[in-house]
């Protein structure tokens, strides 16, 4: 019940000469409740005098008979469902107030002031032993950095090896996750914020970093703030907004500024006596060390870190079905004729549509993806790394036949023929080695661009080499094997003993041996 307006002594003051503001402040009385009373009983037409046989009760019914009776039908709020609903992300005490009122009118009862209303929700939040403080949300925000202190790792033979700790938070329950690394590189940073989510069970809403230069490109004071493409990729595929903090303000993420110190105690101070040889019992120390951190009781409110984080956890994002892989790109790559765009030696297959465009190619350990116009329009596995001059082709991207004369494998070995039997048959290995024929347009017409440079017998030539030495021969080595005029010397010798033969028929003469030519019998003949 509120607290009710001592009218008959203010009555009695104001006869006794008292201004309004001496009666306020002499009786502690709101200035608006004096003016209130003094108003009413102009209206009422009632003087002091007038109140003299009535109980300070009875005054107060005749001034406000209104407000003694909605005394007796207040509907109180319910505090509980009000902690509850403060937890999620945009509710605050003052839009639940609002919601609580149009409730009661709408019912016919009288809410309490919006000021009490927060008042008996503070009462509430200390009866309870509870935090009634919601700067935060749970699963709105976590905030990330590295550590300034580092550890190390003693070799055998005395080197030390610094250890950089990526340290973060989520800022309503300050669970904390704590990775070494032995480096700040972007990628690095990168995989420390994929392994953060995974740790957390979840994704924040936002995610609030400093002004890294791995993270970061650009945060003017106006403007766009630019995340590197990296990073912003990352953003995008766990749906959680990076907020670069302000430049030199750390206020804005505290609850890593905090974690820092307390890492710096926790885990850093903790293992500081320790000496480590490797990365992995490095690794495993600090996370032992971590979960201590996290279940250990708070100092200044109930429960742990752990304890809390069991409850915000389900206000934070679920998991994408798959996790986040760092990616490279490579831009303005040419889609060849055989529909196939180039990367790292390797063929990878577009739809026929974009034949002579440029895409972009972004890739990472296991995918392939291939990009026009921001528009995703191939995908592949990733061919290994020592694997060169192979195909992924999708046969729904290659079309029915091709339209350009030159494209056609019969004119391909027609051309062929004109040189060689030797050159058709490079030819014909070239498409018998492939799935469909689109995949030898390349390496074919390569190898007949070739030809166009030597006299046709030397072709002819080092393709039968070529096909001595590989099972179907290449452009490289065909062309390895003119440079070096292999296929000259190779003429040579197969004309040396036919041309000795034709000299001894001819004369009837024989060659002399080399006792003769060293001073041996000249008559030995």
Known sequence: MAKRINVKLIMDLSAGGLTQNEIANSRHFSKTSVSLV??????????AADLQEMTPEEAYRLFFPEK?????????PDYEYVHEE????GVTLKLLWEEYRDKCLAKGNIPVGKTKFCDDYNKYCDEAAISGHFEHKPGQRCEVDWSGPTMKIVKADGEEIKVYLFVSCLSYSRYAYVEPTLDMKMDTWIRCNIHMYEHFGGVPTRTVCDNLKTGVVKHPKDGEIILTDAYEAMGNHYITAIMPAGVKKPKQKPGAEGTVG???????????????RDFPSLEKA????LRAY???PFEKRAGSRLEVWE?????????????YEIASWEFHRKVYPNCHATLKKNFYSVPYTYRGKYVDIRYTEKLVEIYYDHQRVASHPVFPAYVENRYRTEPSHMPDYFNEPEMNDARMLSWAATIGPYTNDVIARVFRSVQIKEQGYNAALAILRLSKGYPKERFETACRIALEQ???PRYRLIQAILINNRDIVRREQEAIPKENSQVKEKSGAFIRGAAYYGGGDQDAE
């Open 311 to 323: 409850e915000e956890k389900a206000y934070l994002r679920t998991l994408p079905a798959v996790p």
């Open 294 to 296: 996290n279940a250990a």
């Open 470 to 472: 590989a099972s179907s």
């Open 86 to 89: 403060l937890k999620r992300v």
């Open 68 to 76: 003694l009776s909605a005394d007796q039908i207040y509907e109180l």
């Open 38 to 47: 003094l108003k009413t009983a102009r209206e009422l037409n009632v003087t």
């Open 262 to 276: 307390n890492i710096a105690t926790a885990i850093i101070a903790k293992l500081r006596n320790r000496t480590f």
């Open 286 to 289: 600090v996370g032992e060390a």
